[in-house]
């Protein structure tokens, strides 16, 4: 079972996700990349969530984003409307760190993402089998990346572009801006929007989540 349809705080975890981008006012609809070939989305579950869903995704993110901003201008989306990218596994987004997202970016030449300082203290571990430390890295002036990630749509789709003619596969939007030599700008984040990766991070997810209901 695909992570985002597991059953979460009695609801699948892309509900709470669609859930927040539902409460927002401040935007259209909500866009819903899936495979071609899954066989667990039903609408109905979801119901009355405003989403659409295009079957869509591609064999990366950088090739699902792609081609979700492409089906977005099928839809009559214009290249300076503002587009947010989310991962359906965080489904502590909630509708203040959304709103908080768009104020603070909503005037801004490129666009941003919400993301975290670094708290933790990082080690770099360079030989093999990975359990020993080679050095210690400063942490100074990193901060955790998350989603949304909203930008232009026309200039995050010329972005991809170029880095797909580049060969790079990227692993969030933000690094697609740069790579057109812009510089993102970061809004502070919360420990709550976390990705849900590893086993126990359902029964985290849930634990939140129940707290909110």
């Not at 203040?96 to 030449?109: K, N, V």
């Amino acid at each position: 079972m695909p992570k985002q349809y597991r059953s979460i705080a009695g609801r699948e975890l892309l509900y709470f996700t669609l859930a927040a981008f539902d409460a927002c006012d401040a935007l259209a609809e909500t866009l819903v990349v899936i495979s071609p070939d899954d066989v667990h989305f039903d609408a109905a579950r979801f119901a009355p969530l405003r989403f659409a869903v295009r079957r869509c995704g591609g064999a990366s993110r950088q090739a699902s984003v792609k081609n979700g901003l492409d089906s977005l201008a099928q839809l009559g989306a214009a290249d300076d409307d503002w587009v947010l990218v989310h991962d359906a596994a965080r489904p502590g987004i909630t509708p203040a760190l959304i709103d908080s997202l768009i104020s603070t970016l909503q005037c801004d030449e490129v666009g941003g993402i919400l993301a975290l300082p670094v708290a933790d203290t990082l080690k770099r571990v360079d030989t093999a089998p990975g359990d020993r430390i080679a050095r210690t890295e400063s942490r100074n002036g990193l901060w955790q990346a998350q989603t949304p990630q909203m930008f232009r749509i026309g200039m995050l789709r010329e972005a991809i572009a170029q880095a797909e003619r580049a060969g790079h596969d990227l692993t969030d939007e933000a690094s697609a801006i740069e790579w057109l030599g812009h510089a993102p700008r970061l809004v502070q984040g919360s420990l709550r929007n976390f990705k849900v990766t590893y086993p126990e991070d359902f029964a985290l997810a849930e634990a939140i989540l129940k707290l909110a209901l």
